[in-house]
């Protein structure tokens, strides 16, 4: 993992715009490519004016974005079985899915907004929209919603690190370390918004039955 870090932390500091799209597709698929190592670099980049702040933000959405509807589409088209069958070979797990798919049926359009916010299941959630057959406009304008959000946020850790720590551009594992420990509390107020997103849900159906 480490030499695979190196080796996409070079994509960003090399191929610019293009790797941050073809990484965030990446990351947004089967292949698990953390965008921790993708869109915090490519800030670095922009602090010191290689490239724009919004330029990373915006192709860090747009690679999560053709991930995601990459996979809803081939999902869609497969259907359940061979994704358990062979997901497998990707590090998806038949019980990895079946959480995605407990998470979908569970949130169904704001799962997929959340979704985009929280770790593991922010590149398995287009697999049960795609097997369900979700309303692929619903789930494009949640992807790119929420995508936006995430990249933004990793964006302005990344400006951050810069900020106190220039020399972490050198050192990958450093950068992801402290991108992670900064992250930590923005994950836990999206699990607390998503559960009072969820509680909303439940009252409301009991007030329709």
């Not at 932390?9 to 953390?34: K, T």
């Not at 996979?71 to 061979?82: D, F, I, K, Q």
């Not at 057959?133 to 850790?157: D, E, K, V, Y």
Request: with cysteine.
């Amino acid at each position: 993992m480490h030499h695979l870090v190196e080796i996409w932390f070079s994509w960003v500091l090399n191929w610019g715009y293009p790797g941050i799209i073809l990484l965030m597709a990446m990351e947004s698929s089967i292949f698990p490519v953390p965008s921790e190592v993708v869109i915090p670099p490519a800030a670095f980049l922009a602090a010191q004016g290689h490239l724009s702040f919004t330029g990373v933000v915006i192709a860090g959405t747009v690679g999560s974005y053709l991930g995601s509807a990459i996979t809803y589409w081939v999902s869609r088209t497969l259907g359940r079985p061979l994704i358990i069958r062979y997901g497998k070979y990707f590090l998806m797990s038949p019980e990895k899915v079946a959480r995605a798919e407990d998470w979908l049926a569970r949130y169904e359009a704001g799962g997929i907004f959340f979704a985009r916010l929280l770790p593991v299941i922010r590149h398995l959630i287009s697999i049960p929209a795609g097997i369900v057959r979700m309303n692929f406009w619903t789930f494009s304008i949640m992807t790119i919603a929420g995508s936006a959000i995430w990249c933004f946020i990793l964006a302005l850790l990344g400006s951050r690190a810069f900020a106190a720590q220039p020399d972490l551009i050198n050192n990958p594992d450093a950068m992801v370390h402290f991108i992670k420990s900064q992250s930590l509390w923005i994950v836990v107020i999206v699990l607390v918004f998503t559960a009072l997103y969820f509680l909303m849900m439940r009252l409301s159906a009991r007030k329709e039955s």
